[in-house]
């Protein structure tokens, strides 16, 4: 194994969630809420960990860079744009004048203080199976931030989905209360790891398919989902499709630094892997594998294009000429850097979108400390034709081992307008 590649339990051991110093500071910051209040600094450490793991700073992160939480990040959906609020303990413009219940019915009951319900952009019914005493720690730390003054208009959404009293209606459809129940049948690692999957970490607001009015499609949990310009793949432990070709290691090597054997971490997923899960502890890690690799696949195997196709012999010539030199001959790659196409989730994903994206546009990998390298995949779509992105696209869709439907010039068409358009 590589160096730096796995980690070991007595570097995990030794490795403090917090320097000295920061611990310091960090409790200097807030000696009123640790008197007043009764939050101590395990609590506000805690709680820190916890808005990682649920990953806030996504969409809460102010992008004009005037401070963390600052909100004003616009969040992409299928029914229009909503922008991310301010979370800070700003007392006019952030969440400095809410109550604890009041941010506890935000997070777990998908309602703002004035009673009216929030957009599932905020992913409240993932948050709601988290327990009480996380949602506090999560406040505790928030409570600890510079408070930014930054007054943000959430409400962009277009007639009429910005009657947020229709949502009443949403939520009696897909929402479910109701903190996470531990399964009594399976171990405390896969209850853990099934408590980070389904609540902070909300793994099913990107990789669980969606009805058209929004709704997770029961029964298809974690099996891939387009959003935002891409796909994020099946998760299950599926073997056409989904982490069948993945060891509990391979997956933690993935969340913990963003590259493994396999595959490399690039778009959401990479910003993913730099804000939340790298910063997770390697027990939380092996958890989140271990429930995963425990969730059943549901994907029938289909047919392989002939190799003697026109278009697979197309792609063939095209792969070899631009590719072969990187992933190789056989589509393994190069461990640690270069991604795997024979094992990889997105090239076998029942949508070709992030292949085709990737080929089109070109991609940059995620760096880490343990992987700094990020290796980057330049772009073929100033060279390549619609029918030729087409071809070499089906052909590594339909080759070592995989087995999926051609990819048409209209979808390569389709893609084009989408990363030329201004969202």
């Known amino acids: 194994m590589r160096k730096g590649a796995t980690i070991s339990r007595s570097s995990r051991e030794r490795r403090p969630a917090l320097t000295a110093a920061a611990a310091i500071l960090l409790f200097c910051a807030a000696p ?18 916890l ?71 905020m992913p409240y019914l993932y948050y709601a199976k988290m327990s009480h005493a996380d949602v506090l720690a999560i406040r505790a730390y928030l409570n600890t931030l510079q408070a930014i003054r930054h007054n943000v208009v959430s409400d962009q959404l277009p007639f009429p989905f910005n009657i947020r009293s229709s949502m009443a209606v949403w ?73 069948a070709a993945w060891s509990v290691a391979d997956i933690v090597e993935y969340l913990k630094n963003g590259h ?3 595959a490399a971490a690039s778009g959401p997923m990479g910003e993913e892997v730099v804000r939340s899960s790298s910063h997770l502890n390697v027990a939380d890690l092996e958890a989140i594998a271990t429930y995963l690799k425990d969730q059943p696949g549901q994907s029938a195997k289909g047919t392989a294009l002939p190799a003697t196709d026109q278009q697979m012999l197309a792609g ?50 995620v760096a880490t400390p343990e992987e700094p390298t990020a290796a980057a995949m330049p772009a073929f779509g100033w060279q390549l ?14 080759t070592w081992s995989h087995a999926t439907p051609a990819v048409t010039e209209r979808a390569v068409q389709d893609e084009r307008s989408k990363l030329n358009s201004p969202h």
């Open 316 to 365: 063939a010539a095209i792969y070899s000429d631009l590719c072969a030199s990187c992933h190789k001959s056989d589509g393994s790659g190069v461990p640690y850097l270069i991604p795997n196409l024979s094992a990889s989730t997105s090239v076998a994903a029942s949508d070709p979108e992030t292949l085709l994206r990737v080929i089109l546009e070109g991609a940059q990998s």
């Open 385 to 398: 034709t619609d029918p030729e992105v087409a071809a070499v696209t089906t052909f590594i869709r339909n």
């Open 171 to 243: 939520d009696a459809l897909y929402f479910t209360r109701g903190e996470f129940k531990p399964n009594a049948s399976k171990s405390g690692e896969w209850n853990r790891g099934a408590y980070l999957v389904q609540g902070p970490g909300h793994c099913a607001a990107c990789h669980t398919p969606r009805n058209f009015l929004g709704g997770d499609k029961t029964g298809q949990e974690l099996q891939g989902y387009s959003i935002q310009g891409w796909f994020a793949p099946n998760i299950t432990n599926d073997g056409s499709s989904g982490l």
């Open 260 to 262: 493994n054997r396999i």
């Open 51 to 121: 808005t990682g793991a649920a990953d806030c700073a996504a969409c809460h992160d102010d992008p004009n860079g005037n401070g963390p939480f600052g909100g004003g990040r616009p969040i992409q959906t299928p029914f229009g744009e909503v922008v991310a609020p301010n979370i800070t303990p700003d007392p006019d413009t952030g969440i400095g004048r809410w109550s604890d219940a009041q941010f506890d019915a935000a997070l777990r009951n998908g309602k703002k203080p004035d009673g009216k319900r929030l957009y599932p952009a």
């Open 32 to 49: 009123a809420l640790a008197s007043n209040d009764g939050q101590t600094f395990t609590q506000i450490e805690r709680g820190r960990y």
